[in-house]
């Protein structure tokens, strides 16, 4: 089974910054982690950013001009690195990825931004 391993989250003020990242367990052939997603506490689960096997990206508004979000193919393994954090990013992020027509979901991470 295709396993997505998240890491990066945690406590931070309002400002400050956090990487996150989403590799697979061990190198997948086929398997494309595209993008991130968060849900806050109560909230929908909503996209954050997104990357295309040939590297072209998007952003939800929220997240525009603060975030980026990268990959490194050989490892098998995206990022998403988030300045100038706000209150209102602290939520659970998830990577997502595709493989071969399924979606699989990384276990989640907190980010708690205070203020």
């Known amino acids: 089974q295709v396993q997505l391993v998240e890491s990066g989250g945690g406590l931070v003020q309002a400002g400050e910054s956090l990487t996150l990242s989403c590799a697979a367990s061990?190198?997948?052939?086929?398997?494309?982690?595209n993008g991130w997603y968060r849900q806050g506490f109560g909230e929908q689960r909503e996209l954050v950013a997104s990357?295309?096997?040939?590297?072209?990206?998007t952003y939800a508004d929220s997240a525009k001009g603060r975030f980026t979000i990268s990959g490194d193919l050989a490892k098998n393994t995206v990022y998403l690195q988030m300045n100038s954090l706000k209150p209102e990013d602290t939520a659970v992020y998830y990577c997502?990825?595709?493989?071969?027509?399924?979606?699989?979901w990384g276990q989640g991470t907190q980010v708690t931004v205070s203020s």
């Open positions: 997502k990825a595709d493989y071969y027509g399924l979606i699989f």
């Open positions: 061990e190198y997948t052939l086929g398997l494309n982690i």
């Open positions: 990357i295309s096997p040939t590297g072209s990206t």
